[in-house]
């Protein structure tokens, strides 16, 4: 939407007051189906919703007891800009599962991770500066990006995660064209929106790569401990202290209605780290962070994340089988960890152009193009598995399916002119 | 601190890699004196903790369970980026208390008021922009316009809070200067650090001064219930809708443990706060807001107010009383309510310098300049009178005036060439 558009729409009286960094902002691709999807008889295969109902509450209520029995005051007050102590020496507990060794100096506590990120990419990110995504990649990250004008240059990505070659080739075009790279931003375990894992000889590669080049590593690891059969390589972090910035959270193990995300940095951008979070927010709650630091403190949350292990391994199994069952054409990726499969359609059909007939056949799904900087991404499509029932899940692909083969029919019979073009 | 010096303490291998506002973050005058007020025998006049041990932990507990039973899974979950519906709905009729009538639509919720402040910063707020504030100001305010690399201009403010003549002159200049003004910032009741209430008259003032020249107003009021005798008069954004924006919180009337603050905004500029909350952390805590709601649902919130206020004025009383008993040459404001004592110093007193010898004495408060963003405010100091106990403010006091009164003879002896220079 235009400037003046959006004038005529608002009667906007403070239009010339923005700042610059205020036309950076728009209604995602994901955001705005929400309001669609929200009806019962759409089975949404678009949110990426955790499955909170699995957590047994009593679970919660036995820290929610414990915490104000014994600190209530102190949950109920301001905390510092770095976070409870307490808490951050559990959550290297949690890292040392991934092969992180750590002080809880080093750790940050933030407003989930999305917070880490929009903090640390303030800390970063001048206009027209560089930063190295995979192709496609995490539509929250893409936003804040966007949001400090950075220019997101995607690197090639496969059923191995991101190509160190085509890493690469992307640092030497950068380069050549005389721009900045800030940081490589990637989600290396069961990928939002691929579900790919990278393979652990490419995180070595990448790293190298990386190290040569003094390019600044962004591991962002919400979904590392939702693995399915065999645990993902150990994390980015684990090799290498000094150039790489970990991102975690609480939001899938546990629950985002929490808001409670971490950053392990390294001591200087960590001490900036903590005056941005003070500046943005003066302390994450202190509530929220006390109420999670009990229940892994008083809670089996080692069996906890079993269980949301199985309940996922099973969602993507229905999710699977309803793809080789209903749409055996169309390739898909095989998670074997997360929330999601990212499937790519039969040439010529437009996934952002068919949503609308979707969810008149009652099934919603999140376009392709949203995670993308660069508006490619039309012949994908992201499917979340994480929230609806397995039989739900079946239900909305093979909804999905009549929607993608009615598109396919129309194309066979009156060309792919379409896609040639 | 240069950026050589830091390089040389923390060795930052990616000190090139930082965006030119990162420079803009610095150890705020009040935070890094927390490390020092927290040994037990220091009486601390600095924080401005809200006295959270006064609400009755039932209470809560109540609204813990009845939002569990109900509407846990809810809770737990991902929420909207405008925030719960229910608990602004709840907001309107808290905001009615001052006079103000809204619709639903019109409220964002925030991650404390502080996050409603830095998001709509980063909406108006380009390099070299004119931020309109008190003198003094409060402190979290001064650091958020610094990281937008604002200029902050002080307009002279007595007991009556902000004078409009004094407005009129700053705006005149910054004209003639050929800045940009973008907002006038003000807290108008029981300001931090001042104390000091707009009056009604000048309210009016105030507001059409920014009417005629344009000016959007951002009405910061987390103090306005908590008064003593009489109640304030009307929030601006009673008088004003479209030209005010006003931030309200339960950090102060309930507890800042939870973060969460809300903002009334004109809907163009509401349409870019939820964008712009959605992009920094996606959604404020579902879990924080429904307890807030399930406590203004359930305990008798108003009646918790009062508490409050009888809890404050004892302490307020207990300060005025210590002041005129030790220290009856120094000037101090006489707040109606709210957390803060504002005092004047004689002639020749450095705040900052007597710091450390106030420290030894075993009592800390804030010295004036963190109030300021130019510098000044050497000669003043904040007490906050919200968290130690009456006998404590008393023995606090008490302690400092030995400091003030030795610095004081210090000056008559030795001459006041300090304060002369």
Same mark, same amino acid.
């Given at each position: 939407? %235009? =400037?003046?558009? =959006?004038?005529? #729409?608002?009667?906007?009286? /403070?239009?010339?007051?923005?700042?610059?960094?205020?036309?950076?902002?728009?209604?995602?691709?994901?955001?705005?189906?929400?309001?669609?999807?929200?009806?019962?008889?759409?089975?949404?295969?678009?949110? *990426?919703?955790?499955?909170? +109902?699995?957590?047994?509450?009593?679970?919660?209520?036995?820290?929610?007891?414990?915490?104000?029995?014994?600190?209530?005051?102190?949950?109920?007050?301001?905390? +510092?800009?770095?976070?409870?102590? !307490? #808490?951050?020496?559990?959550? @290297?507990?949690?890292?040392?599962?991934?092969?992180?060794?750590?002080?809880?100096?080093?750790? !940050?506590?933030?407003?989930?991770?999305?917070?880490?990120?929009?903090?640390?990419?303030?800390?970063?990110?001048?206009?027209?500066?560089?930063?190295?995504?995979?192709?496609?990649?995490?539509?929250?990250?893409? *936003?804040?990006?966007?949001?400090?004008?950075?220019?997101?240059?995607?690197?090639? %990505?496969?059923?191995?995660? $991101?190509?160190?070659?085509?890493?690469?080739? +992307?640092?030497?075009?950068?380069?050549?064209?005389?721009?900045? &790279?800030?940081?490589?931003?990637?989600?290396?375990?069961?990928?939002?929106?691929? *579900? !790919?894992?990278?393979?652990?000889?490419?995180?070595?590669?990448?790293?190298?790569?990386?190290?040569?080049?003094?390019? #600044?590593? &962004?591991?962002?690891?919400?979904?590392?401990?939702?693995?399915?059969?065999?645990?993902?390589?150990?994390?980015?972090?684990?090799?290498?202290?000094?150039?790489?910035?970990?991102?975690?959270?609480?939001?899938?193990?546990?629950?985002?209605?929490?808001?409670?995300?971490?950053?392990?940095?390294?001591?200087?951008? @960590?001490?900036? $780290?903590?005056?941005?979070?003070?500046?943005?927010?003066?302390?994450?709650?202190?509530?929220?962070?006390?109420?999670?630091?009990?229940?892994?403190?008083?809670?089996? /949350?080692?069996?906890?994340?079993? %269980?949301?292990?199985?309940?996922?391994?099973?969602?993507?199994?229905?999710?699977?089988?309803?793809? =080789?069952?209903?749409?055996?054409?169309?390739?898909?990726?095989?998670?074997?960890?997360?929330?999601?499969? /990212? #499937?790519?359609?039969?040439?010529?059909?437009?996934?952002?152009?068919?949503?609308?007939?979707?969810?008149?056949?009652?099934?919603?799904?999140?376009?392709?193009?949203?995670?993308?900087?660069?508006? %490619?991404?039309?012949?994908?499509?992201?499917?979340?598995?994480?929230?609806?029932?397995?039989?739900? &899940?079946? &239900?909305?692909?093979?909804?999905?399916?009549? !929607?993608?083969?009615?598109?396919?029919?129309?194309?066979?019979?009156?060309?792919?002119?379409?896609?040639?073009?």
């Amino acid at each position: 939407m %235009t =400037q003046e558009q =959006q004038q005529g #729409l608002n009667l906007d009286q /403070w239009l010339g007051a923005y700042a610059a960094r205020a036309n950076t902002l728009s209604v995602s691709e994901v955001r705005a189906l929400f309001a669609v999807v929200s009806r019962p008889e759409v089975v949404s295969l678009a949110g *990426g919703m955790p499955y909170v +109902s699995a957590l047994p509450k009593e679970l919660l209520s036995q820290s929610y007891e414990t915490l104000m029995a014994s600190r209530g005051d102190i949950a109920l007050q301001y905390g +510092s800009g770095q976070g409870d102590p !307490v #808490l951050r020496d559990q959550i @290297r507990e949690l890292m040392a599962l991934e092969g992180i060794s750590s002080s809880v100096e080093d750790l !940050v506590i933030t407003t989930g991770s999305q917070h880490g990120l929009d903090l640390l990419s303030g800390l970063f990110l001048d206009e027209g500066d560089v930063v190295l995504a995979e192709a496609p990649s995490y539509v929250g990250a893409i *936003g804040i990006f966007r949001h400090y004008e950075a220019h997101i240059e995607h690197v090639f %990505t496969d059923d191995d995660g $991101m190509s160190p070659e085509a890493l690469q080739e +992307s640092i030497d075009k950068m380069l050549a064209e005389g721009r900045k &790279i800030k940081f490589l931003y990637l989600v290396p375990n069961f990928g939002n929106p691929s *579900g !790919v894992t990278l393979s652990e000889p490419r995180r070595h590669k990448i790293l190298e790569i990386c190290r040569r080049h003094h390019i #600044l590593v &962004i591991e962002d690891n919400p979904y590392g401990l939702l693995y399915f059969d065999e645990k993902p390589p150990m994390a980015l972090r684990s090799y290498n202290e000094d150039g790489v910035i970990y991102l975690g959270s609480f939001s899938k193990i546990l629950a985002p209605g929490f808001r409670v995300g971490y950053v392990l940095a390294p001591p200087a951008i @960590r001490d900036k $780290m903590v005056l941005a979070n003070e500046s943005a927010l003066l302390c994450p709650s202190s509530f929220s962070q006390m109420m999670i630091s009990e229940y892994l403190a008083t809670a089996d /949350w080692q069996k906890q994340i079993d %269980t949301f292990r199985g309940v996922y391994r099973d969602r993507r199994d229905a999710a699977l089988q309803a793809m =080789q069952e209903h749409l055996p054409g169309v390739r898909t990726t095989k998670p074997n960890g997360g929330f999601y499969l /990212w #499937l790519t359609l039969p040439q010529g059909i437009d996934s952002k152009a068919m949503l609308p007939l979707a969810v008149k056949e009652l099934v919603a799904y999140t376009p392709g193009t949203a995670f993308f900087g660069d508006g %490619t991404g039309q012949s994908n499509l992201r499917i979340s598995y994480s929230y609806p029932t397995p039989d739900n &899940i079946k &239900i909305g692909i093979k909804r999905l399916a009549t !929607v993608i083969n009615l598109q396919t029919e129309l194309l066979e019979t009156f060309g792919h002119k379409g896609a040639e073009r």
